[in-house]
């Protein structure tokens, strides 16, 4: 069964760091394109940046220059770096997986779409 595994949240200090990891398990060949998103309390889930198999990469307008999306290929896992926290960074983080091409019961592939881990809380105190 795969699964995305999200770990480095916490509570930190405004102008402090955090580093994000999300590791994808389980039986896989390849995963497409990876992301972050943040949701705060009564607001909608927002991209906060996404990075391709190939190594090309998008951020939010509030996060460029601040926060560093990253993936190890071989490791099956992506990273945010963030730096220069923020109040307004407080969140829960969720990792995403756009498609994933998963290994099936007789050693082929399929693909499957939309994968999200179960979300790690950022705290940014003032």
């Known amino acids: 069964q795969v699964q995305l595994v999200e770990s480095g949240g916490g509570l930190v200090q405004a102008g402090g760091s955090l580093r994000l990891s999300c590791a994808v398990s389980g039986a896989i060949f390849s995963i497409n394109a990876m992301g972050w998103y943040r949701q705060a309390p009564g607001k909608q889930r927002e991209l906060v940046a996404n990075?391709?198999?190939?190594?090309?990469?998008n951020y939010a307008d509030s996060v460029k220059g601040r926060f560093t999306i990253s993936r190890d290929n071989a490791k099956n896992t992506v990273y945010l770096q963030m730096n220069s926290l923020k109040p307004e960074d407080t969140a829960v983080y969720y990792c995403?997986?756009?498609?994933?091409?998963?290994?099936?019961?007789?050693?082929?592939?399929?693909?499957?779409?939309?994968?999200w881990g179960q979300g790690t809380q950022v705290t940014v105190s003032s």
């Open positions: 995403n997986a756009d498609r994933i091409e998963v290994v099936t019961a007789l050693g082929g592939g399929r693909f499957e779409y939309d994968y």
């Open positions: 990075i391709t198999h190939g190594g090309s990469t």
